[in-house]
């Protein structure tokens, strides 16, 4: 995983988002970080405080379409670029700004995308790569 968002946007990363954490659990190893009115649930981050600000990013190919059992939420579909084996598609989420998710053109093709625009999105608790420390 890239160790700061300059790397991570070098390597394609094109989802880098800011978060606060506003739950640390180390007994059950859950860490809850706030992005506008998005909560996200991930994995313990040791090292880290509440009200803690941090950036992460995600994977485009990680980010799922459809519902989830956590870290899902809605996102309005803004476009999309076909690639030569993929289809990367675009969208805006409230709390994340934009977000693009990569999928297979199998996938893709078997995909509707209703009139309103808006799909459910899933941001996987492992696909979440918080940045350490002093990165930024």
Same mark, same amino acid.
């Given at each position: 995983?890239?160790?700061?968002?300059?790397?991570?946007?070098?390597?394609?990363?094109?989802?880098?988002?800011?978060?606060?954490? !506003?739950?640390?659990?180390? %007994?059950?190893?859950? $860490?809850?970080? *706030?992005?506008?009115?998005? +909560?996200?649930? @991930?994995?313990? /981050?040791?090292?880290?405080?509440?009200?803690?600000?941090?950036?992460?990013?995600?994977?485009?190919?990680?980010?799922?379409?459809?519902?989830?059992?956590?870290?899902?939420?809605?996102? !309005?579909?803004?476009?999309? %670029?076909?690639?030569? $084996?993929?289809? *990367?598609?675009?969208?805006? +989420?409230?709390? @994340?700004?934009? /977000?693009?998710?990569?999928?297979?053109?199998?996938?893709?093709?078997?995909?509707?995308?209703?009139?309103?625009?808006?799909?459910?999105?899933?941001?996987?608790?492992?696909?979440?790569?918080?940045?350490?420390?002093?990165?930024?």
């Amino acid at each position: 995983a890239p160790r700061d968002p300059g790397v991570a946007q070098l390597l394609g990363y094109g989802n880098i988002c800011t978060a606060v954490i !506003e739950r640390l659990d180390p %007994a059950v190893g859950v $860490s809850r970080l *706030r992005a506008g009115d998005l +909560a996200l649930t @991930l994995d313990y /981050l040791p090292g880290r405080l509440l009200g803690d600000r941090v950036e992460f990013c995600i994977p485009p190919h990680r980010v799922r379409i459809g519902p989830a059992n956590e870290n899902q939420f809605e996102a !309005e579909f803004t476009g999309e %670029a076909r690639l030569p $084996s993929t289809v *990367r598609l675009f969208f805006r +989420a409230a709390g @994340l700004g934009e /977000l693009e998710c990569e999928v297979s053109r199998d996938s893709y093709d078997s995909l509707s995308i209703p009139a309103s625009r808006k799909l459910a999105l899933s941001l996987p608790r492992n696909a979440v790569h918080v940045f350490e420390k002093g990165s930024s």
